[in-house]
């Protein structure tokens, strides 16, 4: 059995690459699950769907904890432990990142022994959920390293699975999709079936009965008050909002009441501010002011500015 993730931010089209791998798989008269599996549903929220293939009867539910291939399209993924991408990577595996750097810079940085590919990001500062067609340029890569999917099923599984787009944008598709297939050429096939594990030898753990504490102490943060500040969720964010104070009418009210983290304040002048550790990037906001305020930036574009000017400020 073939098994597949993809690792995506909400907004990048992981779903529809696993459609289209899966269907891909089917017309090659494989049998088939492909679903995806979200946390918090928002733009820009990290989410990850995958993709079973096989001859026999499939019989496993559930996410995949033991993958062959592991695609990610967005490289700022594999740094946030709650998207869980290397979870699971084995030497058997295969990671196909979607980056600039070389394979080796991610082998080393990652301490991984398993084959680890890389395919064109998006160029710098380019917004990457804008970057459209990157599900079916990581679909078209994933179905070259596996050794049974041909070009013709792959063409065929787009059409099925982007029909109803408009001529122009399902020929892009077909077009990245292809692209990313040729590119893989060199790794065609690399990506194979492991070996189930044996029942025969199976042995019950023992398990350890633990006394239940407070939940100060051992129990889920879940049951403890005040733990969402600890995470900072603005990692996830890709876009950021930027408010024009000159163009800012102070109706507080009507962002600060939208957003749905509460990661809009107000100063002690009546103006609302961002706090950019708990902001996601969904752009609510900016969709709800009517003074047209706030904009929206790339998160690379904004994160460079910072570095400059904190740069700039060191040199005066």
């Known amino acids: 059995?073939?098994?597949?993730?993809?690792?995506?931010?909400?907004?990048?089209?992981?779903?529809?690459?696993?459609?289209?791998?899966?269907?891909?798989?089917?017309?090659?008269?494989?049998?088939?699950?492909?679903?995806?599996?979200?946390?918090?549903?928002?733009?820009?929220?990290?989410?990850?769907?995958?993709?079973?293939?096989?001859?026999?009867?499939?019989?496993?539910?559930?996410?995949?904890?033991?993958?062959?291939?592991?695609?990610?399209a967005e490289?700022?993924?594999?740094?946030?432990?709650?998207?869980?991408?290397?979870?699971?990577?084995?030497?058997?595996?295969?990671?196909?990142?979607?980056?600039?750097?070389?394979?080796g810079v991610w082998k080393d940085r990652l301490n991984l022994r398993c084959h680890v590919l890389t395919m064109p990001a998006a160029p710098k500062g380019k917004d990457l959920l804008k970057f459209r067609f990157i599900s079916a340029a990581c679909a078209g890569a994933a179905a070259r390293l596996v050794p049974v999917i041909s070009r013709a099923s792959l063409?065929?599984?787009?059409?099925?699975?982007?029909?109803?787009?408009?001529?122009?944008?399902?020929?892009?598709?077909?077009?990245?999709?292809?692209?990313?297939?040729?590119?893989?050429?060199?790794?065609?096939?690399?990506?194979?079936?492991?070996e189930e594990i044996p029942l025969k030898n199976y042995r019950r753990p023992n398990w350890i009965n633990l006394p239940f504490e407070g939940s100060r102490?051992?129990?889920?943060?879940?049951?403890?008050?005040?733990?969402?500040?600890?995470?900072?969720?603005?990692?996830?964010?890709?876009?950021r909002p930027i408010i024009d104070y000159s163009r800012c009418r102070k109706c507080w009210w009507v962002c600060s009441t939208f957003c749905p983290d509460g990661a809009i304040s107000i100063n002690d002048e009546g103006y609302p501010q961002i706090n950019y550790d708990h902001c996601?990037?969904?752009?609510?906001?900016?969709?709800?002011?009517?003074?047209?305020?706030?904009?929206?930036?790339?998160?690379?574009n904004a994160s460079d500015a910072e570095v400059e000017e904190a740069e700039e400020g060191e040199r005066s």
């Not at 492909?34 to 993709?51: H, K, L, M, Q, T």
């Not at 889920?220 to 733990?227: F, L, M, V």
Request: proline content about 3%; overall charge positive.
């Open 75 to 103: 490289e700022s993924l594999i740094s946030i432990a709650a998207a869980g991408v290397l979870g699971g990577v084995s030497e058997h595996a295969v990671l196909l990142v979607n980056s600039k750097e070389e394979p």
């Open 1 to 72: 059995m073939y098994r597949i993730r993809f690792h995506g931010r909400g907004g990048q089209g992981m779903k529809t690459a696993s459609r289209i791998l899966g269907t891909a798989f089917f017309l090659e008269g494989f049998e088939v699950q492909d679903a995806p599996r979200y946390g918090a549903e928002r733009r820009g929220a990290p989410i990850f769907a995958f993709v079973r293939a096989s001859r026999q009867t499939i019989k496993e539910r559930g996410i995949i904890h033991r993958p062959d291939l592991i695609v990610v």
């Open 155 to 194: 063409e065929q599984a787009i059409y099925i699975e982007l029909g109803a787009l408009k001529k122009k944008v399902l020929k892009k598709n077909l077009q990245q999709a292809m692209a990313a297939y040729d590119l893989m050429a060199d790794n065609e096939g690399i990506v194979s079936e492991r």
């Open 280 to 300: 996601k990037g969904c752009m609510v906001c900016l969709a709800q002011c009517s003074s047209h305020a706030i904009t929206a930036v790339s998160e690379q």
């Open 217 to 239: 102490i051992s129990a889920p943060a879940i049951y403890g008050e005040a733990t969402s500040t600890e995470v900072m969720t603005g990692l996830w964010r890709t876009m």
